[in-house]
């Protein structure tokens, strides 16, 4: 494949992404880090030669040879990174990717881990996700200084925590007032 730009860094460009879609191996797929920095080495003076117009018919035939010899391991390194892709994707909007599940533990097509939360409702905005469990306080025991709490001190928290939270009891009352008249009216 000849690449015809006007703009040097173009055609790199160009020719690093054709030759990434098939020389995809990764490191793990070698049994030593010295066979994968080989490789990496081959690859880049390829990619290096192929940019200069260095030899370019030798190099097309050594990839064309390449596809042909690994053609499946090719078609693998692509699935699995289109699968990585994805679950990226689906982590940086918030919620759980679709996966192959064949255990049937998909209940409703939501798919809830240890740790994450479903949508309120369904199509709704999605709750928080990759937030581990938090411990559950215990009710009535002694807290981090050792005190046991009684029922009148757990009250007293609850009320400063929801006041310093900028809730109070009037927004409440006021809001099921507004609702209830509205509903009247419509």
């Known amino acids: 494949?000849?690449?015809?730009?006007?703009?040097?860094?173009?055609?790199?460009?160009?020719?690093?992404?054709?030759?990434?879609?098939?020389?995809?191996?990764?490191?793990?797929?070698?049994?030593?880090?010295?066979?994968?920095?080989?490789?990496?080495?081959?690859?880049?003076?390829?990619?290096?030669?192929?940019?200069?117009?260095?030899?370019?018919?030798?190099?097309?035939?050594?990839?064309?040879?390449?596809?042909?010899?690994?053609?499946?391991?090719?078609?693998?390194n692509q699935a699995r990174k289109a699968e990585e892709f994805a679950l990226a994707v689906a982590a940086s909007k918030g919620r759980p990717a679709q996966t192959d599940n064949t255990d049937g533990s998909s209940q409703g097509g939501i798919i809830v881990e240890a740790g994450q939360y479903a949508p309120t409702i369904a199509g709704g905005q999605p709750r928080p996700i990759g937030i581990t469990q938090q411990p559950v306080p215990l009710r009535g025991g002694p807290d981090m200084h050792g005190y046991a709490e009684d029922e009148e001190t757990m009250k007293i928290r609850t009320e400063r925590a929801s006041s310093a939270a900028g809730w109070s009891i009037e927004f409440s009352k006021k809001r099921a007032f507004e609702e209830a008249f509205a509903s009247i009216w419509v």
């Open 1 to 76: 494949m000849v690449v015809s730009s006007n703009n040097p860094h173009n055609k790199e460009i160009l020719v690093r992404r054709r030759i990434a879609s098939i020389f995809n191996k990764r490191e793990e797929d070698f049994p030593s880090l010295k066979e994968y920095n080989d490789y990496l080495e081959e690859v880049e003076n390829m990619i290096f030669d192929l940019v200069a117009g260095v030899d370019v018919p030798a190099i097309e035939e050594k990839i064309a040879e390449y596809q042909k010899e690994n053609a499946d391991q090719i078609l693998i």
